[in-house]
């Protein structure tokens, strides 16, 4: 599966993003899909997971309550709602892809990522 990530950019903090992960290639319906980002000079993190059919949200603790993972099956498509950002969501971020029956939460766990969009949050 191909994936492209969209919708990243400048907010100020508690301001709202959504971005859009477009997929492409292998059946998007069949696959776990995650949000993970990464900011300058760290390691990409976790951020939320959702199965196969929509179900089963799960969420770092960091944007928990902050953020909603969502996929829509029709379109292809997978989304992350983020609300009340803060400077320190300032991030590389990106979607990812696997063909399993578990939501995982490991980056390793992940086969296929999207190019990745920047969100940039300022004070």
């Known amino acids: 599966v191909q994936l492209q990530a969209f919708g990243g950019g400048l907010v100020q903090a508690g301001g709202s993003l959504r971005l859009s992960c477009a997929a492409s290639?292998?059946?998007?319906?069949?696959?776990?899909m995650g949000w993970f980002r990464q900011a300058p000079g760290k390691e990409r993190e976790f951020l939320a997971a959702i199965n196969s059919s929509g179900g089963t949200p799960s969420y770092a603790e960091s944007v928990k309550g902050r953020f909603t993972i969502s996929r829509d099956n029709t379109k292809n498509t997978l989304y992350l709602q983020m609300n009340s950002l803060k400077p320190e969501d300032t991030a590389v971020y990106y979607c990812?892809?696997?063909?399993?029956?578990?939501?995982?939460?490991?980056?390793?766990?992940?086969?296929?990522w999207g190019q990745g969009t920047l969100v940039t949050v300022s004070s």
């Open positions: 990812a892809a696997a063909y399993t029956l578990r939501v995982l939460i490991n980056v390793r766990d992940y086969d296929y």
């Open positions: 290639g292998r059946t998007f319906s069949r696959a776990v």
